[in-house]
């Protein structure tokens, strides 16, 4: 079967279509049929190098996230799942492919009317951005600030603030296009990618998914017991000092948290993402597919990634 990995660290060019064994489901696990391949922002931090010292190394297969229909089942698992579709996180890796296995606990079932290009636009973006409002003690009423709105996780976190009951969501992006899209999901004041423009003189949360050396502006936005949250690192590591930041405003009694989905219980995820997927079906939630392209042109996705011209999500299909 075909398969992507990462040849050589550094520009989109370091990927590479390859051909591997077909995987066989091992017990506990399913064999899936791959339709949608999600492609994330951490895709392309782990294909720069950057998180190297983590453990990823070259020849890794991208991808978290796909959907599809389940051909086969391991020991231990119900021949039900057998023809059903689903969406599985397959871990930190190994979604760039046609065929892959899946853990049974890692799958959800797709509503008839959710497609698979809808179901990885939403799946762990939207879950993440539950549970970082959640991390981010958010309640009806508060303001919210969505640093880097127009990636998949930004605008899960737009439309699921604006449902809460957020008194003002406001979005950093870089133009008035995208402002316009962010407004149709629910932001109501669109920021500059430095946070200028109209809006709030400061906010309760803030969700960041881009870090980076202007991280610290950021900060400074918050009003007096507000909260802030990371939940990626495309634009780099925040600087070294920025300790000194949280304890210069001591008084404001600020929080600052780094948060990663890792930390919650597989149970949990997997009943946020089926009920995301339900509101889906009903219309409550919107997927953005910024484009689908075959798996042959992921070089061309991670491009466009890196370019920042990507609003929701690119889907490659086998």
Excluded: C
């Excluded at 402002?179 to 920021?191: C, E, I, S």
Aim: proline share 5%.
């Amino acid at each position: 079967m075909r398969a992507v990995e990462i040849r050589k660290f550094g520009a989109p060019e370091g990927l590479a279509v390859i051909d591997l064994p077909a995987p066989v489901p091992a017990a506990g696990e399913v064999l899936i049929d791959v339709e949608a391949i999600g492609v994330g922002g951490v895709d392309t931090v782990i294909r720069s190098g950057a998180l190297a010292g983590f453990g990823f190394q070259e020849g890794h297969i991208p991808g978290n996230e796909v959907a599809g229909t389940v051909t086969s089942v391991g020991d231990g698992v119900d021949p039900a799942w057998t023809g059903r579709r689903v969406w599985a996180f397959t871990g930190e890796s190994g979604g760039y492919v046609e065929r892959t296995t899946a853990s049974a606990e890692k799958i959800v079932p797709l509503p008839e009317n959710l497609s698979t290009a809808d179901a990885v636009a939403i799946g762990t973006s939207g879950m993440v951005a539950h549970f970082a409002l959640a991390h981010a003690h958010f309640a009806p009423g508060e303001s919210v600030l969505v640093r880097g709105a127009a990636g998949s996780i930004g605008i899960m976190t737009v439309q699921l603030a604006a449902a809460g009951g957020a008194s003002a969501v406001a979005v950093t992006t870089s133009s008035a296009e995208r402002g316009d899209r962010l407004r149709a999901l629910g932001a109501t004041h669109v920021l500059d990618r430095s946070g200028d423009g109209d809006g709030p003189a400061g906010y309760d949360v803030v969700i960041d998914v881009v870090a980076g050396a202007d991280l610290p502006s950021f900060f400074d936005k918050l009003t007096p017991n507000g909260r802030m949250v990371t939940v990626g690192v495309v634009a780099g590591m925040p600087p070294v000092d920025f300790s000194a930041k949280v304890m210069a405003s001591f008084r404001k009694s600020l929080s600052f948290a780094a948060f990663s989905a890792d930390s919650v219980p597989e149970a949990d995820r997997r009943t946020v993402v089926a009920a995301q997927f339900s509101a889906a079906a009903r219309g409550e939630l919107r997927a953005v597919v910024h484009e689908l392209l075959p798996l042959e042109k992921a070089v061309l996705a991670h491009r466009k990634m890196d370019d920042g011209e990507v609003v929701g999500r690119i889907v490659l299909t086998p």
